[in-house]
C-alpha cells in the first residue's frame, strides 16, 4: 500500500511540474504585437479654373466704357 501511495505521490508531482514549466513556458512567449495599417491620404483634386477668354471679356468692358463715353453730348 505504501509503494502505491507513493507512486500517486510522484506521479502528481511530475503533473504540477509539467503544469509549472508550462506555465513558465507560456510566460516567456510574447504575443507579436499587429503591425496597425497606415490609412492613405487622399489626394485633394484641384479644381479647375474656369477659362474665361480674356479678349473677348476686355472687348466688352472697352466697348461699354466707350459708348458710355459716346453717348454723353459734349
Known sequence: MPETYQLVLENEEMLR???????KKKKKTKKKKKKKKKKKKKKKK?????????????????????SKFLTVDI
Open 17 to 23: 511540474s509539467n503544469e509549472y514549466e508550462k506555465k
Open 46 to 66: 484641384k479644381k479647375k479654373k474656369k477659362k474665361t477668354n480674356c479678349k473677348n471679356y476686355r472687348r466688352i468692358i472697352l466697348d461699354d466704357i466707350d
